[in-house]
């Protein structure tokens, strides 16, 4: 038996299944009973961090299904009975489309773009989940809590959002296509 396969395929499985172990922990975070000031407000969010962070460098690591699962969870987790569960799963497969198709706008250029594009992302993710929960449950929804969570996220995405770029550093998806070399797989430069 030789160790470099098996090391081998132990790094493919861990790189395959890192952002979904990731987000799996994310939206079972969102139910420790954490008494930190304001830690409360951030945790709903996260999984929708996770989702942005991944689907920069491996979106295809991200399929919809294991979206579509995650996103119906947290709401199974966090709604209770009356709220609307599916929300969360199209917020998540609305995020990864969004950044799929802006991957040459957000890849490779400094923090704060990526910032900017997350905190856009974000804003039309927390919309959503409030509008969709107002017309579900046919109630007039108090708009300050979704805005207070929303604010207290772009203010943890610099603090976050580089521990989870620091998962995936030698990924090659996460170089910008222009900047890659055109070396082959066992080819030495002479």
């Given at each position: ?35 930190v000031p304001y ?126 770029a620091r998962v ?23």
């Open positions: 038996m030789r160790t470099d396969g098996v090391l081998a395929r132990l790094d493919h499985w861990g790189r395959m299944l890192m952002p979904g172990v990731v987000l799996l922990f994310f939206v079972l975070l969102t139910l420790a009973p954490l008494r830690i409360s407000d951030i945790l709903p969010l996260l999984p929708a961090l996770a989702v942005f962070q991944f689907s920069l460098a491996t979106p295809e690591r991200l399929p919809g299904p294991l979206l579509l699962v995650m996103g119906v969870l947290l709401d199974l987790l966090l709604g209770g009975p009356g709220a609307p569960v599916g929300v969360s799963a199209l917020g998540f497969v609305l995020i990864r489309a969004a950044v799929v198709n802006n991957r040459r706008y957000l890849v490779g250029v400094p923090f704060l773009f990526q910032w900017i594009g997350f905190c856009l992302l974000t804003m039309g993710y927390v919309i959503i989940v409030w509008a969709f929960t107002a017309l579900f449950t046919w109630t007039s929804l108090d708009p300050g809590p979704a805005l207070a969570q929303y604010l207290v996220m772009v203010v943890a995405y610099p603090l976050v959002g580089p521990l989870l995936r550093p030698r990924d090659p998806l996460n170089v910008p296509e222009s900047s890659r070399g055109t070396a082959q797989p066992g080819e030495t430069t002479s």
